[in-house]
């Protein structure tokens, strides 16, 4: 597993899969390409490396193929990978999936590769191409850039009730510039759960939200019994995301008496 490193705010999720899965956790500096052929370093020598899941972002993967002056990456990478030495879990190009531009398709998407209509309603959403520019502009409800997992971003996303008034300007101007890179959302409430901030030395609600786990087979989908609580660590945000600056909690299920 190649981790970013410590100072990454997932490092803990990526020591836990890798402790769980039975993985070497590994930063750029252990591993290295020779002859288009990936190497891990150990106190015994070079190791071959068939298999790697990656968790550092795209843009800092390989500084020969994307950008020059990332440290986080290694060097030749892709070479190995286009070469077929190498088997990348989640190869560069999968993010499309999490992409935000891709979320009002969805619906269509189950219909057209499973002849099936969705279970489960979407949030509603309205798609920003230019005809429609002026009802986001004029009451901007929670829009999101299209690449929902891009880092690097001064401002990726505004929320409409809580924007700032120079947010909603910026936002304003990005839409009209670029469209089709947006999309509007309506905001979702979240329940809250009482939470101990350290800083304040108190427990305070903070607003989660529940991500479960189902593993699809042959003999048919199961829900695992656990899950992962993300939390809004900031007063009054929304935003749980651990890249921006949200946290996680444990997930107690709870058995029948």
């Not at 798609?127 to 001064?154: M, T």
Request: charged share 25%.
């Amino acid at each position: 597993m190649l981790t970013p490193g410590p100072y990454n705010s997932a490092y803990f999720e990526h020591s836990f899969l890798a402790r769980t899965m039975g993985l070497e956790l590994v930063q750029a500096a252990d591993l290295f390409v020779d002859g288009n052929k990936v190497y891990c370093r150990t106190t015994r020598g070079p190791r071959r490396v068939d298999v790697i899941y990656r968790r550092t972002d795209e843009a800092f993967l390989d500084p020969e193929v994307f950008r020059p002056d990332s440290v986080l990456g290694v060097p030749g990478l892709m070479r190995a990978y286009a070469a077929g030495n190498v088997a990348l879990a989640n190869a560069p190009g999968n993010g499309i999936a999490d992409d935000k531009a891709v979320y009002p398709f969805v619906p269509d998407m189950i219909e057209f590769y499973l002849s099936e209509q969705p279970l489960l309603e979407q949030v509603p959403d309205l798609r920003v191409p230019v005809r429609r520019r002026s009802q986001v502009r004029a009451r901007p409800p929670r829009s999101d850039g299209g690449q929902g997992g891009r880092r690097g971003r001064r401002l990726r996303h505004a929320d409409g009730p809580q924007a700032t008034s120079d947010q909603r300007d910026e936002f304003r101007r990005r839409i009209v510039a670029e469209p089709r890179r947006y999309i509007a959302q309506h905001r979702v409430e979240l329940s809250s759960c009482p939470t101990w901030i350290a800083e304040r030395g108190a427990v305070e609600p903070r607003r989660v939200d529940l991500r479960p786990y189902i593993l699809t087979s042959r003999e048919g989908p199961w829900v695992l019994p656990g899950g992962l609580t993300r939390v809004a660590l900031q007063r009054g945000s929304y935003v749980v995301n651990s890249s921006q600056g949200g946290g996680s909690k444990d997930t107690w299920v709870m058995k029948d008496s």
